[in-house]
C-alpha cells in the first residue's frame, strides 16, 4: 500500500532535539490525521486537517505542532518531548473528515524519546 | 460512553478458522471497520461493513454484525501463519466525526 506514505519510518531523539515528521497522501483526499499508538492502549486521534484547516486537536501537548500546508502533506513538528511520547506515531487520510468516509493509514513513524 | 472493546489474544492452529470479536457502544455509527496491523507496519484496512448489514463476505473473511447486540465479528477462514498480526476494530460515531478504536486484538497462528 503506497496511497499513504510517511518518513522517517524510524526516529531517535533526545529530549531537546527538534525534529518533524512527514506525511502524504497520493489519494486525492482532502482530510488528514495525526495518531498515536502506544504500547497497549487504543489508538488516539491528536489531530485533524480538513482542507488544510485544522479542524480537530485532542487536548495534545504543545510540544507536538502540526503543519499541514495543502491537502497532500501534514507535518508534526516536535521539540522537548518527554520519554513517554515514545510510541509509534500515524498518518492517515480520507476524502473529507466525515466519520463516514473511510480513512487510510500510512506505516508509520517509531519514535524512541531518550 | 465511547468505548469499543475487543480481547487482547488468539491464537489458533494453521487451517482452522479464527473469530475476533468486538463490542460497541455507540449505535449512531454508519460504519465499523476492521483493521490489520503486523509488526512494525501501519494499519491496513482489512474490510468494513456498512450498518444496515448483517453479513459480509470477501474472500477467506466474513464479518458479521449483530446491531441489537452492539457485537461485530471478523472470521478468517483457513487461517495462514502470514494472517498472524494485530487486528482492530473501530466505530465512527456520528457525533464526534471520529474513529473510535479498540485495543486490538492479538492473533497468533501456529503451524
Known amino acids: 500500500e503506497t496511497g499513504v506514505t510517511q518518513t522517517p519510518r524510524h526516529l531517535v531523539m533526545g529530549m531537546t532535539n527538534k525534529k518533524s515528521l512527514k506525511c502524504e497522501q497520493h489519494l486525492g483526499h482532502n482530510a488528514m490525521y495525526w495518531y498515536k499508538q502506544s504500547a497497549k492502549k487504543p489508538l488516539e486521534l491528536m489531530f485533524v486537517y480538513s482542507l488544510e484547516e485544522r479542524v480537530e486537536n485532542n487536548s495534545v501537548p504543545s510540544r507536538f505542532s502540526p503543519e499541514c500546508p495543502n491537502s497532500s502533506h501534514l507535518f508534526l513538528h516536535l521539540h522537548t518531548l518527554q520519554p513517554e511520547d515514545s510510541a509509534l506515531y500515524l498518518c492517515?487520510?480520507?476524502?473529507?473528515?466525515?466519520?463516514?468516509?473511510?480513512?487510510?493509514f500510512g506505516p508509520g513513524t517509531r519514535l524512541t524519546v531518550l | 460512553g465511547e468505548d469499543v472493546e475487543q480481547s487482547l489474544f488468539l491464537s489458533v492452529r494453521e487451517g482452522d478458522s479464527s473469530v475476533i470479536n468486538c463490542t460497541y457502544t455507540?449505535?449512531?455509527?454508519?460504519?465499523l471497520y476492521w483493521y490489520k496491523q503486523e509488526p512494525g507496519a501501519g494499519l491496513q484496512l482489512l474490510t468494513y461493513i456498512f450498518s444496515n448489514m448483517d453479513m459480509k463476505q470477501d474472500q477467506r473473511l466474513t464479518v458479521l454484525l449483530n446491531k441489537k447486540d452492539k457485537h461485530l465479528s471478523l472470521r478468517i477462514a483457513d487461517t495462514q501463519t502470514g494472517d498472524s498480526a494485530i487486528y482492530f476494530c473501530?466505530?465512527?460515531?456520528?457525533?464526534?466525526?471520529?474513529?473510535?478504536f479498540g485495543q486490538g486484538t492479538e492473533l497468533s497462528v501456529k503451524p
Open positions: 455507540d449505535s449512531s455509527s454508519t460504519y
Open positions: 492517515a487520510s480520507s476524502l473529507t473528515s466525515s466519520s463516514t468516509d473511510t480513512q487510510y
Open positions: 473501530a466505530e465512527n460515531p456520528v457525533q464526534g466525526g471520529k474513529l473510535i
